[in-house]
């Protein structure tokens, strides 16, 4: 098991570099590219409910997968360091730590916790949700391993903490056949 954690994304955050907050034009820079903060209660599910937005935050999320993880694959120049500044950067930008529990044959199982997606789904209900709210999550990772693999995979969440039976998260990332 590897704990992606403050301590591990601090370091990352030293080698790729810090975002500056904020300079003189009001923009919020991080390796050239301009970010915006935003509270969780507005984004992702301020705009409407989880289930509505599943297909649009799945593919929102594949994209910034396949990019963040292409921009650190150029930094890192080995594939696995480039996964770790990847899920790094994640958590040093707020997303929420990670655990890689187990890596399998057919796959591997990370545990998010702290997700900011749940945060935001909470912060805009008081219902627990029935199924699996992290979409942004689950298509950043699809993107990322994707990019890794080099072939198009596919990420479940088996369970949520919106869900109330846990306070973590839990994705298996598909690991394709050689
Ligand atoms: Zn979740």
Known sequence: MRKITKE????????????????DNGDIVLKGHRF???????F????????SLRPVLYQLGERIGEEFYK?????????????????????????????????????IV?????SFEVASYKANTDKESDTPVCHLTRGILGGIYSTYFG??????ETSC?????QDFCEFEVEVPKE
């Open 110 to 114: 990370i545990r998010f916790h702290n």
């Open 44 to 51: 992702p599910y301020g705009l409407g409910g989880a289930d």
């Open 151 to 156: 072939k198009r995979i596919s990420v479940k």
């Open 8 to 23: 591990v994304a601090e370091k990352i955050a030293e080698l790729a570099g810090r975002p500056v907050l904020t300079d």
């Open 71 to 107: 921009r650190y694959a150029d930094l890192a120049g080995d594939k696995s360091m480039a996964l770790e500044m990847v899920f790094g950067m994640a958590v040093y930008q707020g997303f929420g730590t990670f655990e890689i529990m187990d890596e399998q044959k057919d796959k």
């Open 161 to 165: 903490a919106a869900m109330g039976k």
């Open 36 to 42: 915006v903060m935003m509270g969780v209660k507005y």
